[in-house]
Every structure is written in C-alpha cells, then in structure tokens.
C-alpha cells in the first residue's frame, strides 16, 4: 500500500511537469506569433511607403475631386472644413435627400490602399488612401461608403472608381465625407474636433494641387 500511495504521487508530479511544459510552450509560441505579426505590420507599412516613392507609376502627380469627377460636378459641398468643427468635407448630390445614393466614389490621386473597412456606428464604411506627393505623404479618407469596391493592401491610380456613395444604413442623408491629412498616422477619429492638427482643408488642398 505504501509503494502504491508513492506511485500515485509521483505520476501526479510526472503529468503536472508535463503539462506545465505544454503551457509554457503554447504561451511562448503565442508570443513568437505575436512578435512576428507585429514587425510583419512594420515591414508592410516600410514597403508600401518604399514603394510609393521609388515607383513613379503610383506617385501622385495632382488631385481631383472624389465625385462628379474631376470638378465635382452634379455635387455642392454641404458641410465643409471646421463648420461646425468638421474634419472634412460632407459632399452631396444637387439633388438633396438620398439622391446621390449608389453614386460612384474616385481616388482622388495615385496611392496606396491601407484600408477599407465597415468601422460600424456613424463611421460605416471606410476607405483609407495613402499618398505621396511632392516628397510628402498625404491620407485621403472615403466615409459613409454604400459598397466598396477595391481591398486593402492595393496601388490605384487617380480617378478609379473605389467606392459608392452610402447613407450609413440609414444614419443619415445620403454623402460622401472626405478627409485629407497629412499624417497619415492618425487614429481614425471622431470626424469633429476643435484641434485640426494633421487635417487639411480638402477642398482647398486639392483646388491648389491640381494636374
């Protein structure tokens, strides 16, 4: 009886060291996929941004509207930059109401596709564009979008049709809210601040930067 209780407790010993091992290994292995992902990102971002300046074919050569391309023909700006603390523009069909709907989206410029993802609440869809012009990198945001039509992780060149006009599910009239910023390394925001550091007037920078 007193080998039997000995035995047990050993064999409890043997498969507790075993499974502790098991843990550690799990855990350790979760850290290396971790690590690994994380300076994937890095090494992703160092490549498109790379790419953007080393290849001519993408670098923004000049701006243009994002609807009615390239004058934003058919559209009127109904929010603009800082009214009412707007980090944007709000453009939207003469029409008023939910008549631009379905309408199409352009790239404003050649670039790089960081994101395009359904933020859900009052953000809905979004696309996000990097851009380098004039050795400088800029971001155009895409807002409200009814479908998406391109994946992150692409180049598009300027003027290709990258969305459709949305109404956040119903949120609101149908538009398009387009941000320029020239951090493209800001959080995606609230849409309204007071402090504007890293926005730029949309509608001014592209009036000023056209091709």
């Given at each position: ?109 050649n670039g790089y596709i960081s994101e395009a993802k359904d933020y859900k609440g009052g953000w809905g869809n979004i696309i996000r564009i990097v ?32 969305a459709t006009i949305g109404n956040c599910n119903g949120t609101y009239y149908a538009h398009l809210h387009l941000e320029i910023r020239n951090d ?28």
């Amino acid at each position: 009886m007193k080998y039997l209780v000995i035995y047990c407790l050993l064999s409890l010993v043997f498969w507790s060291c075993k499974d502790q091992s098991k843990a550690n290994e799990t855990i350790s292995s979760k850290l290396k996929k971790t690590s690994i992902d994380t300076l994937s990102t890095f090494q992703e971002k160092a490549n498109y941004k790379t790419r953007l300046k080393e290849d001519s074919t993408f670098i923004a050569k000049g701006f243009d509207f994002p609807v009615g391309k390239p004058n934003a023909n058919g559209y009127y700006n109904a929010q603009k930059f800082k009214e009412n603390n707007h980090l944007g523009d709000d453009w939207n069909g003469l029409g008023g109401g939910n008549s631009d709907l379905g309408d199409p989206i352009y790239s404003i410029a050649n670039g790089y596709i960081s994101e395009a993802k359904d933020y859900k609440g009052g953000w809905g869809n979004i696309i996000r564009i990097v851009h380098f012009y004039n050795n400088k990198f800029y971001e155009s945001l895409y807002a409200h979008c009814d479908s998406m039509l391109v994946s992150p992780n692409q180049f598009i060149k300027k003027g290709e049709q990258i969305a459709t006009i949305g109404n956040c599910n119903g949120t609101y009239y149908a538009h398009l809210h387009l941000e320029i910023r020239n951090d493209v390394d800001l959080d995606i925001g609230d849409g309204y601040s007071t402090d504007t550091t890293g926005y730029l007037n949309p509608t001014d920078f592209i009036k000023k930067n056209r091709n």
